[in-house]
């Protein structure tokens, strides 16, 4: 069995090796607790990069 554990983006559950096609799942992650804050972490990286000056594509440019 795998160490790896993935979050399905269908069923809104961790799964292991075997579960739901990769283009439907996040991952992998080192733990079950890792991946069941999977979409957790999507959320703070988006706020972090909508709020990164480097990457802010709205900025008025002069």
């Known amino acids: 069995m795998s160490d790896e554990y993935w979050f399905c983006l269908k069923h809104h559950t961790v799964e292991g090796e075997d579960g739901c096609r990769a ?19 999507v959320e703070e990286r ?14 008025a440019e002069d």
Do not use: M
């Open 46 to 59: 988006n706020e972090s990069w909508d709020n990164d000056p480097k990457w802010n594509d709205d900025a």
């Open 23 to 41: 283009a439907d799942r996040l991952g992998p992650y080192a733990t079950s607790a890792e991946a069941s804050r999977a979409l957790e972490k």
